[in-house]
């Protein structure tokens, strides 16, 4: 038996990117203790090899590591409550995007029964996270963060510590303002070469390749180029909820972001095509702006 199968971990919220980090965690060979509110998401951990929990509560009784995947301030909230009752000392890793005075609140009524709760964003898509090209903004106790790095590098390429809790947010509301611009960017790039009569696949491998690539290019560009946004990486609904937190944010500081409200109205107008939707729909508004560009191209050699 190896060091890691001796450990357990548990994962709230078996979503997108609860389910992707679990998978990676069972094969880094940690027994993976589960948990979510839907039935289905619970079903897939099964299937995947992991153990179902009852409840939040079961998870903190088998796990001293537990990481929050979670949608929500009123889940996090509702989580934090039932681990308070659980007897067991445990280390929380708080992965969710919720504004900071949330995640303190949760902090704050977990510390008083043991609980350490580390403020530890992640940088990237369910797409990335089932291929472990996440990245962890950590923030909080720092010796807890040591405690917890092996289990970071079974599921994450890199991890940072940016400093005291709450500081891992704001490191994750700065790059998410800047993944709101490149993915509308990419998009209207996108737009611009269907009207120019170009290939999008080939653009997407041809721009991607040079300096005016980004990584939300590289990574939502494909579905743009094939204008199915049917099986979301990150959901319009749920991205909505990350705009509004970021907003606040910068309003708070009293910083203008006027690149970042320029794009509101376009993620506005893709949710009203269908929230469930990846936040790559976006192209499909600047399209019917655009007065339709698609149309069907032949595959060209590369050569």
């Not at 069972?26 to 509110?37: H, K, L, P, S």
């Not at 990481?67 to 708080?94: D, F, G, N, Y």
């Not at 090209?133 to 970071?152: A, C, E, F, T």
């Not at 506005?268 to 399209?287: I, P, S």
Request: charged share 20%.
């Amino acid at each position: 038996m190896t060091e890691t199968e001796r450990v357990s971990v548990g994962v709230i919220g078996l979503g997108i990117m609860g389910s992707a980090m679990s998978a990676n965690l069972m094969r880094g060979g940690y027994r993976v203790i589960g948990y979510d509110v839907a039935a289905k998401p619970r079903a897939n951990h099964r299937r995947a090899g992991g153990i179902v929990a009852a409840s939040c509560g079961d998870v903190a009784r088998q796990a001293q590591i537990i990481i929050c995947s979670l949608p929500s301030s009123e889940a996090l909230l509702q989580t934090a409550k039932a681990l308070a009752e659980s007897p067991r000392p445990t280390i929380l890793v708080e992965t969710s995007t919720l504004p900071i005075a949330v995640k303190e609140e949760a902090r704050r009524s977990l510390s008083k029964r043991g609980v350490i709760v580390l403020d530890c964003p992640l940088s990237g898509t369910g797409a990335q996270a089932r291929t472990k090209d996440l990245v962890v903004y950590g923030s909080g106790d720092r010796r807890s963060y040591r405690r917890v790095i092996p289990v970071l590098d079974a599921f994450a390429r890199a991890r940072y510590y940016v400093g005291a809790f709450g500081a891992g947010s704001k490191m994750k509301f700065v790059a998410n303002l800047l993944v709101a611009i490149h993915n509308v960017a990419a998009a209207e790039a996108i737009v611009l070469a269907l009207k120019a009569g170009l290939d999008p696949s080939m653009v997407v491998k041809v721009i991607g390749d040079g300096a005016g690539s980004s990584r939300m290019f590289q990574v939502r560009g494909p579905l743009m180029a094939n204008g199915d946004y049917s099986k979301p990486t990150m959901k319009l609904d749920v991205w909505q909820k990350d705009m509004t937190i970021i907003a606040d944010f910068a309003r708070q500081l009293g910083c203008q972001t006027p690149l970042f409200a320029a794009t509101g109205p376009i993620y506005t107008a893709a949710r009203a095509m269908g929230g469930e939707r990846d936040t790559a729909a976006v192209c499909a508004v600047l399209e019917e702006m655009a007065g339709g560009a698609r149309r069907k191209f032949k595959v060209q050699s590369s050569k």
